[in-house]
């Protein structure tokens, strides 16, 4: 196992809840860290630029204090998503005030850029890189990664299409750093099987959209608790990169699911919608094949209480048999 040193001692579970546009936001972070498991959030969900500092500003003030009375059981860290694309014209910024504030880690997405890394390096922060193949990771770790993300088949949003048993493989082969699974996991005892399959911490995304602390419209968490793998399609379209979306989603929108067109991977979009139609992250849903696992909108306690419950009962099973 490799977990990360600013991790150990701090995890009620194995797990990261992953950074979700538009939906994570202070509340749900702090919420995810003080239950034990890792909040993170996107920098771009922090609008204006300017918001961003005073986000930073709360959530190290109230995790602070809350470690401060609570010694013996001090919260996760939390951290912050960046996307290292070139449409991300604040990028730079956002770099400066985690290294500012001292993020303790920092998810980097769609670019792997050795001065995003060094800049996080200077302070004692760690960088997890999301990757989709074998040959991303590794450029990822050549760049200065110090752990990967392994996006498989199943994620919600922005999602691979390999298997999560050959991908982990193919990776922990060469890699012995930390490694994160993400894909379908909304379990404890999905869990369970990435440390199993040999990753380090499992990422979970689409069930903390259905908590009471998600930023998310109440139809969203409706949906996922009212749908499952089968009403998700995967498309291009919205962002130029591949990704699982809600079906009805989709359709109240006013396009076919089955007739999508492909958009064009070098002119993405984040947060502006390439249909032209509606905002891609606002009114077109991303959600994980996972989502049977959701029957009910939650508080964040509850839900990862849950997944300590799942994960410990999956364990005992593995073990008495």
């Not at 067109?261 to 139609?277: A, C, L, N, R």
């Not at 094949?289 to 419950?309: C, D, P």
Request: hydrophobic share 45%; net charge negative.
């Amino acid at each position: 196992m490799s977990i990360p040193v600013c991790m150990q001692g701090r995890l009620s579970v194995p797990a990261i809840g992953a950074p979700l546009f538009i939906i994570s936001n202070p509340d749900l972070v702090i919420a995810q860290c003080k239950a034990g498991v890792v909040g993170s959030f996107p920098a771009l969900n922090a609008r204006p630029a300017e918001v961003l500092e005073q986000w930073l500003i709360r959530i190290n003030e109230e995790l602070d204090a809350y470690n401060q009375t609570n010694p013996d059981n001090p919260a996760a860290p939390y951290a912050v998503n960046q996307i290292v694309h070139g449409s991300n014209d604040r990028l730079m910024h956002d770099v400066e005030l985690c290294v500012k504030y001292a993020v303790p880690v920092v998810i980097t997405s769609l670019g792997a850029r050795p001065e995003v890394f060094d800049a996080i390096h200077s302070y004692g922060g760690i960088c997890l890189h999301d990757v989709i193949n074998n040959r991303f990771a590794r450029k990822a770790i050549e760049k200065g990664a110090d752990g990967l993300i392994c996006v498989a088949a199943g994620a919600g949003g922005h999602a691979g299409t390999l298997s999560p048993m050959a991908f982990i493989q193919e990776v922990r082969e060469w890699f012995p750093g930390p490694i994160l699974l993400s894909g379908a996991i909304s379990t404890g005892d999905g869990i369970l099987a990435s440390l199993a399959m040999g990753a380090d911490l499992a990422y979970l995304g689409s069930a903390f959209i259905a908590t009471e602390e998600a930023n998310a419209d109440p139809a969203y968490k409706k949906a996922l608790v009212d749908y499952a793998a089968s009403d998700i399609v995967y498309t291009n379209l919205f962002t130029g990169v591949h990704g699982n979306y809600l079906r009805p989603s989709i359709e109240a929108a006013g396009l076919d699911p089955e007739n999508l067109e492909e958009s064009d991977p070098s002119k993405m979009q984040f947060g502006s919608g390439g249909s032209g139609k509606s905002k891609a992250w606002k009114d077109i849903w991303g959600c994980g094949q996972g989502i049977n696992a959701i029957k009910k909108v939650v508080s964040v306690s509850e839900l990862v209480k849950r997944l300590n419950y799942e994960y410990e009962e999956a364990r005992r099973r593995v073990i008495a048999a």
